[in-house]
């Protein structure tokens, strides 16, 4: 009685060496030779890295801006204004990449505030922070505008 060997495909195998054998049938286009389930799923994930990495800058930005909006820290301001500038070029430069994240944006603003707003009132509890986002909910705005005083 012989027992079958089950196979583990280059996808299972090597990782790096499955993208470099996939881009190399694409460009000979040998479609049939496509790992085709493997292929979409990882196309699907870059598109769910994408909206991660935006979702996450875009809470640590609203997050920080409310720091500088409703805590007056002397001390601390210019680090919060270091990762708001940080925060604003990297979001820029996903939209820029992908314009069409920014109907994502649009679409996760309210409950993206309310994960801000969780996080700031954790760490800073005994400050009164708006339960609704006070100023213009525009990306160019968010992106752009000074919403504290100097």
Do not use: C
């Not at 195998?13 to 049939?32: C, E, G, S, V």
């Amino acid at each position: 009685m012989t027992r079958s060997i089950p196979q583990v495909s280059l996808y299972e195998q090597d990782f790096a060496l499955w993208i470099d054998d996939t881009a190399a049938k694409l460009k000979a286009r040998k479609f049939d030779q496509l790992d085709i389930e493997n292929l979409i799923e990882e196309i699907e994930s870059l598109g769910r890295a994408e909206k991660r990495e935006l979702r996450n800058r875009f809470v640590v930005l609203i997050a920080h801006i409310l720091k500088r909006v409703y805590i007056d820290s002397a001390y601390d301001n210019g680090n919060w204004m270091v990762t708001i500038g940080d925060q604003r070029r990297e979001i820029r430069l996903l939209l820029e990449f992908s314009p069409s994240l920014s109907n994502f944006l649009t679409e996760g603003f309210s409950d993206w505030y309310l994960d801000a707003l969780r996080k700031v009132r954790s760490e800073y509890a005994k400050v009164k922070f708006p339960d609704e986002w006070q100023f213009s909910q525009d990306i160019d705005a968010i992106l752009n505008e000074t919403f504290w005083k100097d």
